[in-house]
């Protein structure tokens, strides 16, 4: 390894209830650590101040397991990246301070993420074993995660230009509640996918938002869940249980096509070549299917990250700093963490 040239970049992600630390060199994987909080589960869902404390818990050794699984030193670390917004204000001012002493006490620039944008950038990480195809630009992104749901026009990796977005409930949240409507512990969204493989999408029919433009709701679908489910079990109280499957795949059906509308829409409009798909929804099998499917009527080469790019991780975060890196574009140790931030 060329000491003098090569770019080995620590990226730590703590936004949510993930605490995550990866190591790049060159743009290519050598370590990716997640280690996801479990003490929410009992709550049914986040709860800030114990998502803080548990990232205060985990982050050293999240770090030393990403640093030790990369086989280098904390020497050879060429900058840290960091995630410092939008997220949990008190779950991103752990991994702010955290890279900001490291970072000083190592003598390294310290370079400072998007969240949102690392989602997308994660198409343009390098995995040993796989082929580097990454999307070319400009390419549009449908970016669904837990908090954020998006349709990104991406020009460069410095350049986003959001044509829609959400005005309520992201994707992944339209997920997590409908399951809590349905009795299913948090997260739900992965749970409501896989009970939906045994499920009939054409079961129930949900409320579709009927809103003009690019952006997205969620709210309208969403309370016509609840409300169809509470006339149901009053005529019948075991009618959630008697129907899960079903009732599962109808959820994930009609999720999915509110987000696939949107998209075709505005494909129509913007010709490009590249779709991607990033966040912790891409990693459910109707929303790749019915994307990868859009894109072949569109005539576009559809991008559907790995799963362990999909949700939270700090891959992402350190392929971003890796190219924030090349730009020599670094943030100073007055940097402060941001909970909502502009893309
Ligand atoms: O991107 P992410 O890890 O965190 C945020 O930045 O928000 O996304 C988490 C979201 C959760 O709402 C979770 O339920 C959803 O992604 N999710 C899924 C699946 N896997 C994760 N939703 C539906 N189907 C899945 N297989
Ligand atoms: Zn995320």
């Known amino acids: ?53 548990a990232h205060e818990a985990r982050i050293i050794p999240v770090v030393d ?17 960091f995630t410092r917004g939008p997220g949990l204000p008190g779950s991103l ?34 995995t040993p074993g796989t082929e580097y195809d990454p999307p070319e630009f400009p390419f549009i992104c449908l970016t669904v995660s837990g908090g954020h749901t998006q349709i990104v026009k991406v020009h460069a990796y410095d350049r986003f230009e959001v044509l829609g977005e959400t005005i309520d409930d992201a994707a992944g949240e339209a997920f997590d509640k409908t399951a809590k409507i349905l009795g299913l512990p948090y997260p739900g969204g992965p749970l409501v996918d896989k009970l939906a493989q045994e499920g009939n999408p054409q ?4 409320a579709r938002p009927a809103i003009k433009g690019y952006d997205y709701s969620f709210s309208g679908f969403k309370t016509s869940v609840l409300y169809s489910l509470q006339k149901w079990q009053k005529e019948d109280p075991d009618f959630s249980t008697k129907h899960l499957n079903d009732l599962c795949a ?30 912790g929804v891409s990693a459910n099998s109707e929303v790749r299917r019915r994307f990868a499917e859009l894109a072949v009527r569109q005539g576009c080469r559809a991008h559907i990250p790995p799963f362990a790019y999909c949700t939270d991780n700090a891959a992402m975060i350190a392929a971003s700093g890796h190219f924030k890196y090349l730009a020599g574009d670094f943030s100073s140790q007055n940097i402060m963490a941001m909970a909502r931030m502009e893309m």
């Open 250 to 279: 109808s959820i994930q059906f009609t999720i999915t096509e509110i987000l696939m509308d949107k998209l075709q829409q505005v494909l129509k409009v913007h010709r490009v070549k590249d779709i991607a798909l990033a966040g």
């Open 203 to 206: 079961a129930f029919r949900f």
């Open 65 to 81: 397991a990403a640093i030790k699984n990369a086989k280098i030193t904390k020497q050879s670390i060429s900058a840290v990246a």
């Open 93 to 126: 001012m752990v991994g702010v301070s955290f890279a900001k002493s490291l970072a000083l006490a190592l003598q390294r620039p310290l370079i400072e993420v998007h969240h949102m944008q690392a989602h997308i950038l994660a198409h343009f990480i390098k």
């Open 1 to 53: 390894m060329d000491q003098n040239s090569d770019i080995i970049i620590l990226g730590i992600e703590s936004s949510c209830d993930d605490t995550g630390a990866a190591v790049l060199l060159n743009g290519e994987l050598l370590s990716n650590v997640t280690y996801t909080q479990d003490v929410h589960k009992a709550w049914g869902g986040v709860v800030p101040e114990l998502a803080s404390r």
